[in-house]
């Protein structure tokens, strides 16, 4: 419309000015004729002799005659001649009048409102009569004709604006009917559509949705229109409810596994359950676990309360579907099946729930693995109404996948970690307690007792000769021997002491409120029940053995844990010393002795530190695919001149006094210069005290050795014994990732002998899992152990860690690792330490 009324003006003005240049063409055409119809009457009234009189009785019948017309006729002669173009001259220049000049000489003047015509009355020879004075072509007067133009303009431009505004106000209202029949057409339709719209308040009301009756009666609109149709039809193929992404979100904010979920793991399966059955209805949720070798332990969830038909039909087709799966070995039993009620007790007995074999078998979905993985974990199911619609199906499979991925990890970790709190705190073979609990209870003791004020007694035990047995008849029997020993320990003392294996084959008992001469008693009663153990050796002979036995009592003899148990193993060494199968008790002569004895092994230390007889010595690793030496473990000796001095015997020392760092920074100086030398491109572990985390310059120094012997960081490899760091956690993780910025690699020793073992893999860069050598010496008599180390190999896989097994003494065990997949080994059936490096090809069989 505003367009319209845009061009109608604009044509409007242009006719109006077209008409004006019209109307003055006329004008000036009228006015020529006017001047030359007046001028031939005059010439020819003249000619007849006319007077003055009659002249200018003609001239003022001439103007009357134009009266009423926009003319004005005037005639000038004689002075008004020059008056008259003095006068246009004057007002040419005072008002800047146009003036214009055509061929004859006549003027044309415009003015604001009028335009002035003059045409000069030339004298002709016929005039000469009258004007003697006059020659022809002299101008004898002037007709002057004075057109109004502003009456014509103001009448023609009131005719136009008029007739502007009546077809202005009919094309407006025209306009504005079409407008308003037009959108109260789109405005309906667009009403229907939005009534359709606010019905839609689900996945379910947006799926039933139908708009393609909606008519907007314009074919752009509907065309456009019906594309929208289309992209809300695709739309419909892809909504998601809200409640089921909910829930997801919902499940996804129980992916934090913390320890309180590991230890109440069913409780947390009961509550996923219920909150799957907010989304969908969830009958059951069931987990397969596979029991070392000896068959299957499942264990069911349902939502409610359900008949024990049911729970028997479900228990069938879960033992079939199971026995049907190539990849599990058949003829494998059930051995136990547990049932769980998520909500207990809000069904009556004849509301319980009831399902057929058909309706089990048809709404299970399970997620079985191909092989026993980390806890043994085997398959994982759970039923459910799935429901029908393709895109709703994807998502719901999706979050019982991830559901199911879930509780098979909280399930496995549960059983992972209960194993490793057994054997952190008790040794695999004996199931006595082991060395670090014992250094533990051992504080804890010393500490009660002063605060009560009471005695108590540690008495140590080595057996005699065990080496010969071990040699004799192979370390199975001698494994064999050492549990029996243990189980003598256990029935010799009462239910409130702690029987601890220390190590090898020597074994503590700490004995609360006991003076010496009850442990003198107690070590009496084991050295007479020890008499009567007698084994039958693989080659049918009966072997016996005889234990020495070293005891200190608190306070008597040491009121500190350390020097407690330095008196006891120093009285051990005594029994042994005077014969073996021998019990020793200090008296206060022997008592200096021992402490004369702790400070000799001081000064060797700062000794061999001051001289500079730290030497390092190396034990190779074998990569068990290849076969080749690719790694050594460097060892610490202090060489003494006639004899090497483990690491065993002074590094207790060198910890307490604080030079074991300065022992450490001349080791590994001293293996980098031997790697150096002997071109050595294999890989070097290093093993690292505790103390060394709390020295902020060690790797620093480290990699500057590094640098100057040319050896790569990454061939480097720091390791931690696993018991020795729980207790400085913080500085474990700065020491780590410095370790990792400078490029070196980091190892866990002895892994799976202490409570951490979940957390280091969790939270540190490892790169390499030492396996704790106890459970690889067991693996091939002891299930328990076998079966940890499977658990260990598949975690350390599953998060690219190489492993290493320790104590290969054997090859059948040998043979077992690389079985497993076990990516080296370690032992001295592969190689004992020396003081040099194998390089590829040395090693001797």
Known sequence: MAVTLAVFLGVSLTVSLLYESVIDRQAQQTSEAIANHTFSTMFMIMSQGWSRAEMENFVDVTQSAYANSPFEIALYRGAKVKRLYGEVAQRQSDEAVDRTFDGAGRQVLEEATHTRRLYPVEARQECLSCHANASPGDVLGVIELRQDKQAISTEMRRDYIMLFLLFGVFTFLIASLISAFASRRINDSVAQFGNRLSSVNSVTDFKQLDISDVDLYFQEFNSTFSQINVLMERLKGVAVDKDILEFEIRLLSKFIITSEVVKDWRDFIKDLLVDINSIIKAHTLVTIFQVEEEGYELEVFWHLDVCETTKQQFEAVVTRQLGSNTHYHSGVPILNIIHHVACPGELEEHEKLSLSSHDIELQTKSLLLETPKIGGVVGIGVQSEMARDPIRHIVIDSILTTLLNLVGSVKAIYKYTKDLEYYATRDPLTALHNQRMFRELLGYEVGRSSRHEEEFSLLMLDLDNFKNVNDRYGHAFG???????????????????????????????????????????????????????????????????????????????????????????????????KGKNQIAIPDEHEMAEVFKAVGEKNLMVLDALEQQRIVPYFQPIIALESGDIAIHELLMRIDMGDRIVPAGEFIDIAESIGVVHKMDYLLIEKAFQQMHEQQYKGMLFVNLSPKSLIIGEFISRVRQLAMEYEIEPKRIVFELTERETVSNMALLERFVQDLKLEGFNFAIDDFGSGFSSFHYIKHFPIDVIKIEGEFIRNMLIDDKDMAFVKSIVTLAHNLGIQTVAEFVEDQAVMDAIRALGIDYGQGYFIGRPSPQLVLPGGLEE
């Open 479 to 577: 494994d064999q021997f050492l549990h029996a020993f243990a189980k003598v320990l256990e029935s010799a003392v009462r239910p409130g002491d702690f029987v601890a294996r220390y190590g090898g084959d020597e074994f503590t008992i700490i004995l609360p409120e006991t003076g010496e001469e009850q442990a003198h008693t107690v070590a009496q009663r084991i050295a007479g029940l020890l008499q009567k153990l007698a084994l039958t050796a693989p080659d049918g002979s009966n072997v016996r053995a005889t234990t020495s036995i070293g005891i200190a009592v608190y306070p008597r003899h040491a009121d500190d844990p350390r020097d407690l148990f330095v008196v006891a193993d120093n009285m051990m060494y005594k029994a042994k010393r």
